[in-house]
């Protein structure tokens, strides 16, 4: 009795399908890559015009099928912004107006690589 018990045990827990990460089939490298939009220090950029970029960012990644938020992310996407001239208008009430020049770069953050 004890043997037809351990051998029903055993046939079942056999009989259960384990997946480890992809049971969709094969995948491609390109497919397992997330890119995690990350904003660097900006202090002279406007809190409303960082959100835009992190957005923008975010977007970028997405629509090319590799976005992603990771707590600890290997790739990153993040950019540079360099302030070339900021002007205060003339009008009423008085608003300022930026040209900036933004880079993007993806960046391997365990490898130390930029792409």
């Not at 992190?54 to 302030?83: C, D, E, R, Y």
């Amino acid at each position: 009795m004890k043997n037809k018990l351990i051998i029903l045990i055993s046939v079942l827990l056999l009989s259960i399908n384990g997946y480890s990460q992809n049971d969709l089939g094969t995948i491609d490298d390109y497919g397992r890559i997330n890119l995690t939009p990350v904003l660097p220090n900006l202090p002279d950029v406007p809190d409303n015009a960082k959100k835009l970029l992190l957005t923008k960012l975010h977007q970028i990644a997405t629509k090319n099928g590799v976005g992603g938020l990771s707590i600890q992310p290997q790739f990153i996407i993040t950019s540079t912004v360099t302030v070339v001239s900021k002007d205060i208008t003339s009008t009423a009430p008085p608003m300022v107006a930026m040209n900036m020049e933004i880079e993007l770069f993806i960046i391997d953050y365990f490898n130390q690589k930029t792409f």
